[in-house]
């Protein structure tokens, strides 16, 4: 309660600096070290975006984003009686062949970004919508959640119940909450299993994810098979241009510019970054391929990077903070000038970025489509789908 009124009372004023008259003063942070030094400019006006860039907050959600349906946040367990460490997920396995019915690699964030490999460090017990009788036939993973999770979702609900009565004391009506009781109610099912995103991931042979706390704009592709946590955010694309426009400093850039905080470390959401990004609208099919090819290469010299230093993704991308020449600063460049030239972008991309955003919503507002989200989206040849098609990503086993 303390720390929510130190934030209460600094958002106040920090309202009350940009609403003052007269020139500003803003300072930021940057790179990965503690100690990095600050830099400070002079601005006439602090936007909610915390940015000397082109404040993008007045930015419109697009409808057609939105139902595209591609962006999702990755399955919330609810209790860690639900993951299992490989020894353990091994011996599942072998017990019971069936058991992998409800047995998936898990991937986190730190696993995305920490890990040599990215890949998943343990499996998520996931009886997704079967009934409990029908998940008792997993016996295994049944008796592992029911003696994990079952007892800590009890007094769970029990406490909840007694903040309810308290609540009900000072008045018949006041409102109360059920959230424990509900997952005491199904306590063998996750918190969110995200099933939407599960069936938007299941016809696809990988999707795109980042890690949804981030401080770089690192993207991989993951095997479908691999069950997100809600650590990342999960795009269910699985064409290198989707990749690459993903993968782009414009991206990056509409990014952290959307969700911009004093913090270090910026948060993906689906309503103000993905809703409201706009796609190429008019890009040729080399242009395409170009973006493409480019989003290929840059994953082919990140692999070769990561191999090459013993590194995982975090520690690699940190050679960015310098502004010496590497083969990843380079593939990066090249893929952003492809994404470029794929928006015919001039001048100052947060301005181009959100003029576009603001033309392509007046136009869904008069009843006319726009391009959005995807390769798909731009309804491509056979010939063009090929050449935006790979099969690299992150293992499920």
């Not at 499996?123 to 959640?145: S, T």
């Not at 609900?157 to 509900?182: C, D, F, K, M, W």
């Not at 690699?316 to 972008?345: I, N």
């Not at 100052?348 to 798909?376: K, M, W, Y």
Request: hydrophobic fraction near 40%; charge should be positive; charged fraction near 25%.
């Amino acid at each position: 309660m303390v720390r929510r009124r130190r934030g209460q009372r600094l958002d106040r004023q920090l309202d009350q600096a940009r609403r003052r008259p007269g020139k500003k003063f803003l300072s930021w942070q940057t790179g990965d070290a503690a100690h990095s030094p600050w830099q400070t400019v002079e601005v006439e006006r602090i936007g909610p975006s915390l940015s000397p860039a082109t404040d993008v907050s007045a930015a419109r959600s697009l409808r057609t984003n939105l139902a595209a349906a591609c962006c999702y946040q990755g399955q919330t367990v609810g209790h860690d009686g639900f993951l299992v460490a490989p020894a353990d997920a091994r011996s599942i396995l072998a017990d019971a062949g069936a058991n992998a019915a409800v047995l998936f690699p898990y991937l986190g964030g730190d696993d995305l970004l920490g890990r040599r490999d990215g890949a998943p460090s343990r499996h998520v017990i996931d009886f997704g919508e079967r009934d409990r009788l029908a998940a008792e036939a997993f016996a295994a993973p049944f008796a592992r959640v029911a003696s994990a999770v079952l007892p800590a979702r009890r007094r769970a609900a029990a406490e909840e119940q007694r903040r309810n009565a308290a609540v009900l004391r000072t008045g018949p009506r006041a409102r109360i909450n059920r959230h424990h009781a509900v997952f005491l109610d199904q306590w063998w099912r996750l918190s969110w299993r995200r099933g939407e995103m599960l069936a938007a991931i299941a016809g696809l042979t990988r999707y795109i994810a980042c890690a949804r706390v981030t401080r770089r704009p690192i993207f991989e592709f993951v095997d479908r098979r691999i069950r997100p946590s809600d650590a990342l955010v999960v795009f269910a694309l699985a064409d290198d241009y989707s990749f690459g426009v993903l993968q782009s400093a414009l991206h990056w850039q509409w990014f952290t510019a959307r969700c911009s905080t004093l913090k270090r470390d910026y948060r993906y959401t689906s309503s103000t970054v993905w809703g409201a990004f706009p796609w190429p609208q008019i890009p040729t099919a080399a242009q395409v391929q170009q973006i493409a090819a480019a989003a290929r290469a840059l994953r082919q010299v990140r692999a070769a990077e990561m191999e090459r230093h013993d590194a995982s993704r975090r520690e690699l991308y940190r050679s960015l903070d310098t502004p010496r020449r590497t083969p990843l600063r380079d593939a990066h460049e090249a893929l952003d000038e492809a994404v470029r030239a794929a928006y015919d972008l001039r001048g100052d991309p947060l301005r181009f970025l959100l003029d576009l955003n603001l033309e392509l919503a007046e136009q869904e507002r008069a009843g006319r489509s726009i391009v959005g989200p995807g390769l798909a989206a731009l309804s491509p040849s056979p010939e063009l789908q090929a050449a935006c098609t790979s099969s690299d990503c992150i293992a499920a086993a």
